[in-house]
Antibody, heavy 120, light 106 residues
């Protein structure tokens, strides 16, 4: 069965950095676009970034562009999110999600999420 | 950017009720709309995609309709397991979620 397991969250000071990972299993990872989606405490969902199946196409929400970098290693069935220059407003649960289709798609499988807290 | 607006923000209903949640897009998104259910502390779960297609394994009491800018999610007969927060998502242009509708027990 499809499984997505995020890791790497934690407490970080404003201006700091963190790298999230998502381990995928149960499907051919290299065939799918993947995304990161976040949810601030008590708030709604915000799509953050996607990456194409081979990693050649990337896109970011305006709120993170220039600070976050999405990447993947298809040999390791893994998705990553490098988060730099972190701000208090980046505090959220970060989910990795499989896109059912190409660049514009819905998300058919989600991980359980990893909490990132940005605070001094 | 395409904005998505859900109504109501909160909905109180009883087991067995028929409920409808509305999602409006700031511009036409054709049928590129999905619905998700999220329970506290859990990841969202896909219910409906392409406005009216039921995801595999989702009970048939869930249905979606609409196109263009106005969409609805209907639960025909509420079950105890259905109380949760529901989100719409447009994927016509990248991705935007609605602000959510919390379905509470009356």
């Amino acid at each position: 069965q499809v499984q997505l397991v995020e890791s790497g969250g934690g407490l970080v000071k404003p201006g700091g950095y963190l790298r999230l990972s998502c381990a995928a299993s149960g499907f051919t990872f290299s065939d799918y676009y993947m995304s990161w989606i976040r949810q601030a405490p008590g708030k709604g969902l915000e799509w953050v970034s996607y990456i194409s199946s081979r990693g050649s196409s990337l896109y970011y929400a305006d709120s993170v562009r220039g600070r976050f970098t999405i990447s993947r290693d298809n040999a390791k069935n893994s998705l990553y999110l490098q988060m730099n220059s972190l701000r208090a407003e980046d505090t959220a649960v970060y989910y990795c999600a499989r896109q059912a289709g190409w660049s514009h798609s819905f998300f058919d499988y989600w991980g359980q999420g990893t909490l990132v807290t940005v605070s001094s | 950017d395409i904005q998505m607006t859900q109504s109501p923000s909160t909905l109180s209903a009883s087991v067995g009720d028929r409920v409808t949640i509305t999602c409006r897009a700031s511009q036409s998104i054709s049928s590129w709309l999905a619905w998700y259910q999220q329970k506290p502390g859990k990841a969202p779960k896909l219910l409906i995609y392409k406005a009216s297609s039921l995801q595999s394994g989702v009970p048939s009491r869930f249905s979606g309709s609409g196109s263009g800018t106005e969409f609805t999610l209907t639960i025909s007969s509420l079950q105890p397991d259905d109380f949760a927060t529901f989100y719409c998502q447009q994927y016509d242009s990248y991705s935007t979620f609605g602000q959510g509708t919390k379905l509470e027990i009356k």
